[in-house]
């Protein structure tokens, strides 16, 4: 099996920073894709970035030049730098990763993180 701890989340005020983390562990050979999605309240859940094995990245037009993605492979961590917050970055934020499992090899699954709330408010 694996498990997916998110951490960071929290409230800040406008114009604050972030950083948020999503570790794996358990029955991984390799993570393809890693990402962080977002649900604002009353809204649907939408990509924010994502980055992939060979490190590209992509983001959401909404947080470009503020967030930045990024990966250690080693630790089988995905994080997420997020500078100059605004109330409109209030959401729920899940990681998503694309995992190859040794213990089933020759198949890729698709993980989702518990969940870590970002409120930005003054």
């Known amino acids: 099996q694996v498990q997916l701890v998110e951490s960071g989340g929290g409230l800040v005020q406008p114009g604050g920073s972030l950083r948020l983390s999503c570790a794996a562990s358990?029955?991984?050979?390799?993570?393809?894709?890693m990402g962080w999605y977002r649900q604002p309240p009353g809204k649907q859940r939408e990509l924010v970035a994502s980055?992939?094995?060979?490190?590209?990245?992509n983001y959401a037009d909404s947080v470009k030049g503020r967030f930045t993605v990024s990966r250690d492979n080693a630790k089988n961590t995905v994080y997420l730098q997020m500078n100059s917050l605004k109330p409109e970055d209030t959401a729920v934020y899940s990681c998503?990763?694309?995992?190859?499992?040794?213990?089933?090899?020759?198949?890729?699954?698709?993980?989702w993180g518990q969940g870590t709330q970002v409120t930005v408010s003054s």
């Open positions: 358990g029955s991984i050979l390799s993570i393809r894709t």
């Open positions: 980055i992939t094995s060979g490190g590209n990245t």
């Open positions: 998503n990763l694309d995992v190859s499992r040794w213990d089933y090899p020759g198949r890729v699954y698709n993980y």
